[in-house]
Structure formats: C-alpha cells, structure tokens
C-alpha cells in the first residue's frame, strides 16, 4: 500500500537501454560458456580476485569516478563509490551486490545489483538531484564464496562476524599452478588490498539496500514484477548416521536384516514429509553406504540433511518431529538400527529493517501502478528469500532490506540465467524510489540535525 499523507518524491526512473549495456559492458570481463549466437548469450566465470575479477573492479572505479563519486577499497578489497549529499558527514545509504559469480555462472546474479546502483548514482547526476544524505554503491569481495569457501565472507567481516585473519587465510579451492593461493595473496596479486579497514565502525552506513534476481521461479510463476524482501529463511545442516549391521544378501533373511540404507531411505521420505506438513523444505544432497558392494548391505550409512523455514520456532519444531520419526523408524524397523545426528550449521532466520521494507514496498507500489496490468493485478509481493546474500550480514549492523527481480525458469548459477532488460530496469528504478525515500525519511526523522 502506498503511504499515506505523504508526497511522492520527484518520480524519476532508470534509462533500461542505458543500464542493459552497461551490464553487458561489464560482463566482456569473465564471460564464458556461450550457448547461444546474440552477443550475451554467454554465461560468466569470473571467479573473487581472478584477473577478470581484477579487470572489472578497473571498469567499476572508472565508471564511479566518471560519475563524480568519491571512490575506496577496504582491507578485504569491498569497493566503495560515493556521491556526496548535503549532508557528507553523516553514513551514507548504501546499494549493494557483488560482480564475482559461480565458475559456470550468469549475467545476473550479483551484477545487477551493482549495476543498478551505478545506474541509480547516474540519474541522479543527469537529474541534479541533492540527496540530504549520501549515496553509495558498494561491491563486495567474494560473496559467491565459489573460489574462497566462504560464502559473503567480506561483508561478513565488515559486519565484525568474521575475523579478517580467517578471511584472508581461505584457500582457494581449486588450485590453478600447484600451491592453492590464500584471500590475501590473491588481493595483493591484482592490487586490491584496500588501506581502510573492513569495518561498519569506521565506515559506518545509514542502511543498506540490494537488487537481486530472485534466482527461483515464484514471481515469473505468478506473472508478478517485484518481491519485496522481508527477510531470509532459517536452515539448518545436519550429517546423519544410520549404523546397522553388514551382512550377505542372499542369505540374510529380509527379516533377520539391520539394513542401514533402507532405514535412511525411511529416514529421508519421511524428513520430507514432515517438511510438508510445515510448509518449509528438506533437501538430502550427499548419500554414502559402506561398504559398498552390490552383494552386502551397508552397515553404515550417512547422508546429509538440510531443513528450512521462516520461522525459527517451526524450524525447530520440524527438527524435533525428524527426531522422533527417526528415533521410531530406526527402533521398529530393521532389527534396531542406531540414528545419530551432528550439526553442520545453524543459520537463523534474517528480518529486515520495517524502515527499508516499506521504503522499498512503496517504491515497487509506485513504479508498478505505471505498468500495463497494474490495475488488474498486484504486481509485486512480499518474499522470503531462499538464498543467503551479502544483506544477512548487513543486516547486523545496520537497517538492511532486499528487491527481487523475476528470473527466467527460476534458473540461476548457470550460464543461461536471465532477467529481461525491462525487468532490470523495474528492479532498478524501485531501488531508486526505495533510496529516496529512504533518504527523505532520515532527514524528517532529524539524522542530520547534528552531522
Ligand atoms: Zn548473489
């Protein structure tokens, strides 16, 4: 719903053929995996602190310097383009992704985000806008965590939740000429080891937006335009062992077994059950048996477990139904198998800042109410994301929220990802509208009394 009683600021929005090329500019650093003859129909392969990533960070700061914004580099290489607002001394505002990508990535992930918000900075340039506060853009190092095994690690040390010396003592994963490179060398190597340190204490900022394609198919699905970010899901990883006994399969009666894989397979149909009677997921993506051979059954096996959900408290209430399912299944079936369960990680569920949920829910208002269907049909809607994303971080310190984009068969981490130019350009004029209103609220909320 639009606010009420308020004026609309200045309507203004992105140039799509302007931020399409620019994008597409910034993908000759990387691309890779050509499936199709159109220029950009390549996928990207522009691992954290490769050459290419060294190549567009260059076109990055260039492109911010052309557009009268003040530009820094952090210990963990996060790039920072600011355009100054009448009030300099106070944190800026922040629009932020990441330009590295997945080894067999997209166009889209991550990039546009950063894209946007160098096109943001650009209409507010050509339009002379004075914002009351500054506005940024910032890419940070690493997110993708494909390279250096550390997903949003560099916003994840800004946010003081990972120590730098963990951070740049990650090895990358897939060593290229023999000793497999750290974080620090690599940052040194292309010479993006920044002065300033990575820190939200000394580099602080009134709040932190990002762009995103959805990278699932809900709002293509639904014919809808824009999700407006509440937060992210809560997960959990677990390994789980099922220990039973070996023994001959063509002389062990099936009732005289304690066969461990089948008991997992029970293990797993029902995890997935349970997720759907909560309405969240259950994902088992590594299965070993041992010993492996085709003649004995396996007295071993383990698998790994990944719940989901919004809440918190559901999530953990999914884990305790798992529990007693598991406990049952392994006790009355096969003979008594045994169920242990270790945690891998617990990552609770992120909620965004009411203030820049509705700075960018009235924004995506706006922008849609101009498209054809608006009056038909809501054409953006509140989403949970299922992806974890530099924001998480953010979030910690300071008023965080997210937009989401459609995405083309909710395909993404692969080369034929694709946002349409049009759908881009929505995404980035609501982080536009989401930016100023942000930035007129902090000013009638008196931020800058005293800056
Ligand atoms: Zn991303």
């Given at each position: 719903m639009p606010a009420v009683n308020e004026p609309e600021p200045p309507t203004l929005s992105v140039n799509s053929d302007r931020l399409a090329s620019s994008l597409h500019e910034s993908c000759q650093?990387?691309?890779?995996h050509r499936y199709g003859?159109?220029?950009?129909?390549t996928g990207m392969?522009?691992?954290?602190?490769?050459d290419s990533d060294r190549a567009v960070r260059d076109w990055f700061l260039r492109k911010a310097q052309s557009l009268a914004c003040t530009t820094s580099i952090d210990e963990m290489g996060n790039l920072f383009a600011i355009r100054r607002g009448k009030n300099p001394d106070a944190p800026p505002i922040m629009m932020g992704s990441h330009l590295d990508t997945q080894p067999?990535?997209?166009?889209?992930?991550?990039i546009l985000g950063v894209l946007a918000g160098l096109e943001v900075l650009q209409v507010l340039e050509e339009n002379k806008i004075e914002t009351e506060g500054s506005i940024g853009v910032v890419n940070w190092t690493n997110?993708?965590?494909?390279?250096?095994?550390?997903?949003a690690v560099s916003s994840g040390v800004w946010a003081g939740a990972i120590p730098i010396e963990d951070a740049w003592n990650l090895e990358e994963?897939?060593?290229?000429?023999g000793k497999a490179k750290t974080m620090l060398q690599e940052l040194d190597r292309i010479g993006y080891?920044?002065?300033?340190?990575?820190?939200y204490t000394s580099n602080p900022f009134a709040a932190h937006f990002e762009l995103h394609?959805?990278?699932?198919?809900i709002l293509e699905d639904e014919g809808r335009k824009i999700g407006v970010v509440q937060g992210v899901q809560a997960f959990k990883w677990f390994n789980i062992t099922v220990r039973g006994r070996d023994s001959h399969a063509g002389t062990t009666p099936l009732y005289a077994r304690k066969d461990s894989v089948l008991v997992a397979a029970k293990l797993i149909v029902a995890a997935n059950s349970v997720a759907k009677a909560y309405d969240g997921l259950a994902t088992t993506g590594i299965f070993n048996a041992e010993?492996?051979?085709?003649n004995t059954m396996a007295h071993t096996s383990t698998f790994s477990l990944d719940l989901r959900h919004t809440s918190n408290d559901v999530l953990e209430k999914m884990v305790k139904e798992c529990r007693d399912a598991f406990q049952a299944i392994a006790r009355e079936t096969e003979k008594g198998c045994e169920v242990d369960w270790k945690l891998l990680v617990d990552s609770p569920a992120v909620v965004f800042h009411k203030d820049c949920i509705s700075a960018v829910q009235d924004s995506a208002e706006a922008v849609c109410a101009?498209?054809?269907g608006a009056s038909s049909k809501q054409l953006w809607k509140p989403m949970i994301s299922g992806a974890g994303h530099d924001s998480c971080y953010t979030n910690l310190r300071c008023p965080t929220s997210m937009i989401f984009t459609p995405t083309r068969e909710g395909?993404?981490?692969?080369?034929?990802e694709y946002c349409s130019a049009e759908d881009c350009a929505l995404g980035a004029s609501v982080l536009l509208g989401a930016v100023l209103r942000y930035d007129r609220m902090r000013a009638d909320r008196g931020d800058f009394k005293h800056a």
């Open positions: 650093y990387g691309a890779d003859k159109q220029s950009i129909d392969a522009r691992l954290s602190l490769d067999t990535g997209g166009r889209y992930d991550g997110e993708e965590g494909a390279r250096f095994p550390k997903m994963v897939t060593p290229h000429e080891r920044g002065k300033s340190p990575a820190s394609i959805e990278q699932g198919p010993p492996g051979t085709v101009q498209l054809p395909i993404s981490h692969n080369p034929t």
